[in-house]
Nanobody
Framework: VQLQASGGGLVQAGDSLRLSCAAT????????MGWGRQAPGQPRDLVAR???????NYTDSVKGRFTISRDIAKKTVYLHLNSLKPEDTAVYYC?????????????WGQGTLVTVSS
């Protein structure tokens, strides 16, 4: 299993970024894919996810600014970050959650750093 995230960088407040996560050896068609983030000294929080049916949900702090999407053929999930704020600075991680029978599986990939300057 591999979740390869990319697209982070240093941007200014108000800028946009697109993060990508390519999934390998994941049943992408049945997985709920998500993005979490972890700021220094803070726990990791899930900020956006998209179900196998295409339903999306977001944590309140990013609603209206971030959009999660996916390309099933490419087994890639994206996070579009708009109107970035300094408090969005964090390492962003890709997540995959799925069931095999009655057993749940949950994987996190390596992170990509997003730094937003004021």
């Amino acid at each position: 299993v591999q979740l390869q995230a990319s697209g982070g960088g240093l941007v200014q407040a108000g800028d946009s970024l697109r993060l990508s996560c390519a999934a390998t050896a994941i049943p992408f068609g049945i997985a709920t894919m998500g993005w979490g983030r972890q700021a220094p000294g803070q726990p990791r929080d899930l900020v956006a996810r998209i179900t196998s049916g295409g339903d999306t949900n977001y944590t309140d702090s990013v609603k209206g600014r971030f959009t999660i999407s996916r390309d099933i053929a490419k087994k890639t999930v994206y996070l579009h970050l708009n109107s970035l704020k300094p408090e969005d600075t964090a390492v962003y991680y890709c997540n995959a959650h799925f069931w095999v029978g009655t057993e749940p599986f949950d994987f996190w990939g390596q992170g990509t750093l997003v730094t937003v300057s004021s």
